[in-house]
């Protein structure tokens, strides 16, 4: 596993338990937005959902409880997703 996101906190984890990634598990760095250094696990996510990129709930958007962020793929870079804004 690349070192750079060993440091990382998994989005979705609790507080209370470990955050970080565990060994076994794929994962995407969400960059910008309000998930900006969250790492997503992916693991078991079909091509096409993985092309398609994310649409995460989020109370931290601009749309606060409710909302969700969306991220997608880089194109130069896949192992980071670009976040594209929010919705309702």
Request: hydrophobic share 35%.
């Amino acid at each position: 596993m690349d070192e750079e996101l060993l440091r990382g906190r998994v989005y979705g984890t609790d507080h209370d338990d470990d955050p970080g990634p565990r060994a076994g598990r794929v994962y995407r760095e969400l960059v910008a937005g309000p998930l900006d250094g969250l790492l997503l696990d992916v693991t078991g996510w079909s091509a096409v959902e993985m092309a398609a990129g994310g649409a995460l709930p989020t109370e931290i958007g601009r749309f606060g409880a409710g909302g969700r962020s969306h991220y997608r793929p880089r194109p130069a870079d896949p192992r980071r997703w670009d976040w594209a804004g929010d919705t309702a």
